[in-house]
């Protein structure tokens, strides 16, 4: 599928779902390969399948992104399977349950803050990926929309490094 991100390489955290399946089918939409990593399997490789429907290259890795090893294993799969790394979505992230802060049980707020908040740290500060290092740190902070990031306009999807909104 020809589009504005053909031959590019796209890797979405949190892409088995909502926000960041719509995010993966958004560069997908615009001719990119894209890889949906994410710890629910069925859900990432239902996104998988729907964007290979569109005619398009996609991979499911399992990540837990609170792992650094796991992080750095999505990554190198990435660049094993595509040979780069051109836009990362650190989309990945939870609710961490209901109620006010100090009702929450120390289990409930290590998960919400180790893939919340310590996910988006080791996603970023992954090292050492040929070829792929500088494009991946040029690009994962930037606004896809032509004219505030370097990125160009994926329809609809306008994202930042700590918020994604699907528009219609």
Avoid at 104 to 109: N, Q, R, V, Y
Wanted: a neutral charge; glycine letters at 14%; proline letters at 1%.
């Amino acid at each position: 599928m020809a589009g504005t991100l053909e031959g590019k390489v796209a890797l979405v955290t949190g892409g088995a779902s909502g926000i960041g399946r719509a995010t993966a089918m958004a560069f997908a939409r615009e001719g990119a390969m894209v890889v949906v990593a994410d710890v629910n399997a069925e859900g990432g490789e239902e996104s998988v399948s729907r964007i290979r429907q569109s005619g398009c290259k996609s991979i499911f890795t399992h990540a837990d992104v609170s792992k650094a090893a796991d992080v750095t294993a999505m990554v190198d799969k990435t660049v094993e399977v595509y040979g780069r790394l051109d836009f990362g979505v650190n989309n990945a992230g939870i609710g961490g349950g209901r109620g006010l802060t100090h009702e929450h049980t120390e289990e409930i707020w290590d998960l919400t803050t180790n893939i919340n908040l310590k996910g988006v740290w080791l996603v970023h500060e992954v090292r050492d990926f040929p070829d792929a290092q500088a494009g991946w740190r040029r690009n994962r902070q930037y606004v896809i929309r032509g004219r505030v990031g370097r990125s160009k306009e994926l329809r609809g999807l306008h994202c930042c490094q700590a918020w994604c909104e699907w528009s219609d």
